[in-house]
């Protein structure tokens, strides 16, 4: 069984997050414990679980990249599976960067429940860092079966805002852009944003998110 880290709200949840790590960061990262926070201020139940190579770092076993993205899906469904038994009503999967590719792409198969409503991306990695000119990884957005929502610094480096708007995504995948933020939706000193008030725009657009899905 999958060992969660939970986060949750102290009324009875609107809907749970099934929420993976980035490539290089753990569940318990200081981004993941302030978004875990905020989502449950807004009344979602945060759900963490890490992938088998993260996990193994906190043995004392050897700092292992990550797989390809693709190798991770099965480790995904195998936690959707546990926490479906774990919670109840509404379900969303989603993730940071990598977790959140993962999660479009567990969507594009045929074995997602019927309780898993949406999938929930903060900071997608659209191309590589830096590099525009690299192929997209587009394909997971487009092959999803259920409706996206993806949180995005406006100057991500792996996918900014300028770059976006170049680019035309399908009717179901929806992007909500976060103030001057960078990949871990951090502005600049000189921003007016905070990266506090933005995880907290997030986290609000995931509940207006939730709201739609379960109308």
């Known amino acids: 069984m999958t060992d969660f880290l939970w986060t949750r709200p102290e009324t009875p949840p609107v809907a ?15 981004f993941m ?5 905020a989502l449950s201020s807004q009344g979602i139940a945060a759900a963490r679980f890490e992938f088998a190579y ?19 899906i099965a480790e995904f469904q195998t936690a959707l ?28 198969g045929g074995s997602l429940p019927g309780r898993a409503k949406g999938v929930a991306c903060f900071g997608y990695p659209f191309h590589p860092t830096g590099k525009a000119d690299a ?3 587009l394909q997971p957005l487009q092959d999803a079966k259920r409706p996206v929502l993806v949180l995005q610094g406006d100057r991500d480096p792996f996918g900014s805002k300028a770059e976006l708007d170049e680019v035309t995504l399908p009717a179901h995948v929806s ?3 976060l103030e001057d933020g960078n990949h871990d939706f951090g502005p600049r000193g000189k921003s007016p944003a905070t990266l506090d008030g933005n995880i907290k725009l997030a986290a609000e657009a995931v509940r207006a998110f939730v709201d739609r899905l379960t109308s």
């Open 16 to 30: 749970t997050l099934l929420l993976a790590h980035g490539a290089g960061a753990a569940m318990d990262s200081a």
């Open 33 to 37: 414990n302030k978004l875990a926070a």
């Open 54 to 72: 993260m996990a193994g770092r906190r043995t004392g076993g050897p700092k292992k990249p990550p797989p390809r993205a693709d190798k991770l």
């Open 81 to 108: 599976q546990s926490v479906l038994s774990q919670s109840d009503g509404p379900l969303l999967i989603g993730g940071k960067s990598m977790g959140g590719r993962v999660a479009a792409m567990l969507a594009g």
């Open 135 to 137: 192929e997209w990884r």
């Open 175 to 177: 992007l909500t852009y």
